[in-house]
């Protein structure tokens, strides 16, 4: 399982823009010993974030599944809110911040990025 969106996964991303600001749903599973290269991601992305007016709604590590099949079993759930797609694209493709995406990648054994839209 691919934890990087491709090429044709941020097209399509684009593609289906409904406008307006993106909440990004963030499912972490590590890698064994991944934590730490996931943290170093964590404390470099910060300036790309500001970068693009995104800022983190919510981090935190999971606890007691309530109502999941087995399979879903994540170690981690991030919230991310962008002002549009576009900003989330053009901050993947800011080569600066395809430096760090080495840390995410290395630390991740799976993951979900779910792009959300906000209930108004």
Do not use: C
């Amino acid at each position: 399982m691919s934890v990087d969106p491709t090429g044709a996964d941020l097209k399509r991303f684009l593609s289906e823009d409904p406008g307006g600001p993106v909440v990004m749903l963030n499912l972490l599973r590590f890698a064994e010993g991944g934590r730490p290269a996931y943290d170093e991601y964590a404390g470099a992305i910060g300036p790309f974030l500001r970068g693009v007016g995104a800022r983190v709604v919510y981090a935190g590590d999971t606890s007691t599944s309530l109502v999941a099949p087995d399979s879903h079993v994540w170690d981690a759930v991030l919230l991310v809110e962008y002002p549009s797609r576009e900003a989330f694209s053009r901050m993947v493709a800011d080569p600066d911040y395809q430096r760090i995406t080495e840390h995410r990648t290395a630390a991740l054994s799976h993951a979900v990025l779910q792009a959300t839209t906000p209930w108004r």
